[in-house]
């Protein structure tokens, strides 16, 4: 039989021809159809390995240029009018060695976020809304991982006492880890209490933005409703809403809502005047649903150490109402 012949008896078989009867060309449609899901299929997932490889490869080099330090020239310092005069002008801020290629690199970088004993190591950007950086890597490539970004309202570089009472970060809850995937190391529901020694472990954070670099001491964790349908009274807890403390956003609803929600009782103390970091990813009980890990700024003076001997897991956290989100 010539290769001609073969293949025509080769297309025959799962192509529809005319003496093909209904029940035939059915199966042949059905088998082509299936084929032609199965390569997309197929194409789609290669595109999601090599996407999470390249968004791996790019955490990487982000990571070395971040702690790769460029000594910079010295300078003699300029020259003044006076060496007596005085000024109440604050002094400049200085952009920190680690962020400043990161700076050349990308406008929009404004820190860097990382959790011990996570994967959790990555440049944080803002830009002038919270869609852009969704689904775009650091250089602005379309990237379905997207960056870790902070919320385009808080004041996140700026003198201490005009940054932003809560800066809020956002991270996609990844498979393969990376962004904010695993930051639900920290997750504890009722019945799994097997995180709370991760907690012990690891109750702090660092969070610099382009000038400094602060401790965070986490103060609570939990996993909460998004839209008022998910709640019987229709009231939601809109955390990230809470960024300057004011007469709208007070700071003792902040704090009262985030402690009665919170799956761990820290023991660390809060005060109003202090300032707070929430880490905000997309959680899977219910959709949409959220996990939040909140920190609170280490204050001046104050040791980074925390007693972790006063933590507890609380037994009445508020958490989301499952039998009603579940049945609507």
Known sequence: MSEHSKNESFLKKFIPSKGDSAKT?????????????LIVSIIILANYFVEQNRNKELIDDLIEEHTTVITPATTAPPETESETATTTEPPPLVTLASMEQLLADNPDTAGWIKVDGTSIDNVVVQAADNDYYLDRNFYGEKSQPGTVFADYRCVVNDYNNKQSDNIILYGHNQRDGTMFGTL??????SGNTKNFDFY????????????EEYTYKIIASFIIEVEPRQTRDGI??????????????????????VMERSAINTGVDVEEGDKFLTLSTCSN???????????RRVRDGESPEVDTSKASINENAKEPDLNFIYNQ
């Open 25 to 37: 060309k059915a199966g042949k449609i059905v088998f082509l159809a299936a084929l032609v899901i």
């Open 285 to 295: 009980e219910f959709e949409p649903s959220r996990f939040v890990v909140i920190g």
């Open 184 to 189: 639900n190391k920290y997750k504890i529901k």
């Open 236 to 257: 939601i807890f809109d955390y990230h809403n809470y960024i300057k403390f004011g007469t709208k956003r007070p700071y003792q609803t902040f704090i009262d809502n």
């Open 200 to 211: 012990l472990e690891h109750p702090t954070f660092t969070f610099s933005n382009l000038y």
